[in-house]
């Protein structure tokens, strides 16, 4: 089946945050999150706390996964960067190393240029590292996933859930 | 597609109810909304024509609570039901944990039923699912109206294989929660057997 869980651990965890605080000192933005193409949030630095992060990530993704059945529609494999203009904020979404989304928000104290030339360099970064966390993933479900918390839950544990 | 984040320790699944149009998505999402704890749910979200149809998706989180330690989200998804929005459907589908097929039980629904329980399969295949694989729920709305089908009939054309049923009135909010406590609880005991 086509559906590989997504896992994110501490070391990429750290790794994928402190690119995009870079990012967000350098391209001078407000705040950037990362998206899954699903719409899980991942990761968001800046003011995030001004924001419903988690609207903002289904929305985002939503929005991708709309302009990418235009794209297809006319013969494109993907429209790979969306901006949206603003009266005071702008948004830049684009799409990293094809799986996931990064979204930068940023106003008049920026510029769509210098965004777009900060996020190419981040966007190589982010990549590496997604790329290394797919492999991981990988190899430990290959090793047999002792590690997933999962493994032990028991039917109460679920229907606690729900008490 | 789940997404774990041991970072975060949180694990987050998508629900997506499926079915005809004016079957009753909507409604099931907007019960659920009014009935959960300000804490346990996010804004609900819809993106919807003048009229109130589903154009696109609606959208609500919700966390259930923490096992073991991780805090467990459902994101919970409707597709728009209309014949002829079937490309926002497949989108909407990917990356889905488990599906909900909301049936309309009024006898004049019936084809559209089918229709729509057929389309779900196409679609999730496109994708790489199989519908007999994922967690999967049938949901038997609109119990309440006078036109609607015994639950005999409608399970013999809606549910041959036989999984996990309910009969529900979203307007009131009858079987809307045992529908997503079942398909919450398969998400979780597939997670469990790590596949
Ligand atoms: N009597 C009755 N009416 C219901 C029930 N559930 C939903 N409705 C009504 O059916 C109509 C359509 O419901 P929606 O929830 O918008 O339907 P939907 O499946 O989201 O429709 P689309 O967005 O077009 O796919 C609304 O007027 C609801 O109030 C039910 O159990 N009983
Ligand atoms: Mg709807």
Known sequence: MSNPT??????????????????LKEANAKVIFLVDKNGQ?????????RFD?????SLTAGNIAATG?????IGEKEFSILFHEGEKDNLHISIVGGRVILVVLFDNRSSLGLVRLRVKKSSEELSTIFEKLMNKSEEREKRGSSDFPFAEITDDDIDNLFS | MSFINYASREINCKIVYYGPGLCGKTTN????????????KGKMISLATETERTLFFDFLP?????????KTRFHLYTVPGQVFYDASRKLILKGV??????????????????????????????????????????????????????VDELHNELNPTNVPEFEACATTGEGVFETLKAVAKLILIDLKKGK
């Open chain 1, 6 to 23: 997504l896992v994110m651990y501490d070391e990429e965890f750290r790794e994928v945050n402190e690119v995009i605080e870079r990012l």
């Open chain 1, 41 to 49: 949030l991942i990761s968001g630095v800046g003011e995030t706390e």
């Open chain 1, 53 to 57: 992060t988690t609207s903002l990530a």
């Open chain 1, 69 to 73: 059945g235009l794209a297809k529609l």
């Open chain 2, 29 to 40: 999402l907007q019960f659920i909304y009014q009935r959960t704890a300000p804490d346990a």
């Open chain 2, 62 to 70: 919700l966390s259930l609570g923490e096992i073991r330690g991780f």
């Open chain 2, 97 to 150: 944990d488990g599906v909900v097929f909301v049936a309309d039980s009024q006898e004049e629904r019936i084809d559209a039923n089918i229709e729509s329980l057929e389309n779900l399969r196409i679609n999730l295949k496109e994708q790489g699912y199989d519908l007999d694989k994922l967690p999967y729920i049938v949901q038997y709305n609109k119990r309440d109206l006078p036109g609607a089908m015994s």
